[in-house]
């Protein structure tokens, strides 16, 4: 009988440990990490972003990078090798580097279907090249979009272009199955993350807002459900903005500058306000 408790004793002891150690009122350790987009365009931009790169990896000031799309300038053709040498570019970089889709290097080339199957290619979960201590998951209908959870925040990469609308249906289609996994993954983690990052391409509130609809109506009430800090990270405009562009304001809408520049992202998700940014960390 003795035994038996003993027993008993030890793995309520692990299962009450197990749950400390996963439970949402534990103090979340910061996450650090670092945004670019919008880059390189044509030869100038490259050595820049080149030697971007290496301040980067010379400083190691981040726990991972994503590039928010648009790998190439608009004007320029949708050539197999310019996909190459930014995947190339990119694997420079010493950190877990993830990367979402742009209009440049997509829905505006000549041949969509072609330039992404470049994108495929080269550049579709481009994370696995290096070794990732937290687990990556892929949507079934849309494996270009992933997610996963750290330090109590769940990340979430989307495929939300800009530019032009290439396939009314493929538009539709793809915004449709951005928005149902969003509010899959926003009811799903709920209870267990304390904030939420979204990176994208697009910029969904100056550009055509009627466009991305299928999407944002459902993002917005999803949002709204989970009522936590949530970041929309995005590319597109080439300029610094940071605002609440919906009447949902747990929303925080950044588009960073893009170009050879780069911003540090701090997450503390245990603030009340938990986003943070450095223009500056690599100057």
């Not at 937290?134 to 769940?154: A, C, D, K, P």
């Not at 949902?248 to 986003?275: M, Y």
Request: negative net charge.
């Amino acid at each position: 009988m003795k035994k038996h408790l003993l027993f008993l004793s030890i793995v309520l002891s692990f299962l009450s440990c197990n749950k400390s150690e996963n439970s949402i009122d534990k103090p979340s350790e910061p996450v650090v990490f670092t945004v670019i987009g919008d880059v390189p365009y044509g030869s100038d931009q490259r050595e820049g972003f080149v030697n971007l790169i290496a301040k980067h990896n010379a400083q190691n000031a981040s726990e991972f990078v994503v590039h928010v799309g648009d790998i190439k300038a608009g004007k320029d053709p949708c050539d197999e090798p310019v996909y190459q040498d930014v995947s190339s570019l990119l694997k420079q970089l010493t950190v877990p580097t993830f990367v979402v889709l742009g209009d440049n290097e997509y829905n505006d080339c000549d041949s969509p279907s072609q330039a992404l199957g470049y994108w495929n290619t080269y550049l579709l979960h481009f994370n696995e090249n290096w070794t990732f201590t937290h687990q990556v998951n892929y949507q079934n209908e849309r494996t270009e979009n992933f997610s996963w959870v750290q330090n109590n925040v769940l990340f979430i990469g989307l495929n939300i272009v800009g530019s032009s609308v290439h396939d009314e249906n493929e538009w539709k289609t793809r915004l449709t199955d951005d928005g149902n996994w969003v509010q899959q993954l926003l009811t799903t983690h709920k209870d267990n993350v304390k904030a939420t990052i979204i990176f994208a391409h697009a910029n969904m509130t100056e550009n055509g807002t009627e466009r991305f609809k299928p999407f944002t109506d459902v993002f917005r009430a999803a949002a709204a459900n989970f009522n936590k800090p949530i970041l929309y990270l995005q590319g597109d405009g080439h300029s610094w903005v940071k605002n609440k562009p919906w009447q949902e304001q747990n929303i925080t809408r950044v588009q960073v500058k893009g170009g050879v520049n780069a911003v540090k992202v701090t997450v503390n998700a245990d603030l009340e306000n938990p986003f943070s940014f450095d223009n500056t960390f690599l100057d």
